[in-house]
């Protein structure tokens, strides 16, 4: 079965630090992009930040470049998202996807002119950022 595990998630003060993890099982990350999404509370899931099958990394979300950057350990069959100089509207529930097109196309993309919804998701892991 194909499954995503996400991890690194904690309470931080803003200015503060983390890597968060998103490790697969049942399958290899290396023939996928991976994207980080995030929900903060009362609000709508969000693109964050995704890294191509060529490793190749795409922000999807504006406030978070310079901050945030993504990397993979194929070996390791996971994908990191290190995030520097956290703020408190960082906080959120964090969830990595998988994403056959392997190019970042966000949460969905077409095969024709069908939306395909991705399907592999991680649980999530909670980021809270407060002082």
């Known amino acids: 079965q194909e499954r995503l595990v996400e991890s690194g998630g904690g309470l931080v003060q803003p200015g503060d630090s983390l890597r968060l993890s998103c490790a697969a099982s049942?399958?290899?990350?290396?023939?996928?992009?991976i994207g980080w999404f995030r929900q903060a509370p009362g609000k709508e899931r969000e693109g964050v930040l995704c890294i191509t099958s060529d490793d190749v990394p795409k922000y999807y979300a504006r406030s978070v470049e310079g901050r945030f950057t993504i990397s993979r350990d194929n070996a390791e069959n996971t994908v990191y998202l290190q995030m520097d100089n956290l703020k408190p509207e960082d906080t959120a529930v964090y969830y990595c996807?998988?994403?056959?097109?392997?190019?970042?196309?966000?949460?969905?993309?077409?095969?024709?002119?069908?939306?395909?919804?991705?399907?592999?998701w991680g649980q999530g892991t909670l980021v809270t950022v407060s002082s």
């Open positions: 996807a998988a994403d056959p097109t392997r190019h970042c196309s966000g949460s969905y993309y077409y095969l024709g002119n069908r939306r395909v919804d991705l399907d592999i």
């Open positions: 049942g399958f290899s990350l290396e023939h996928y992009a």
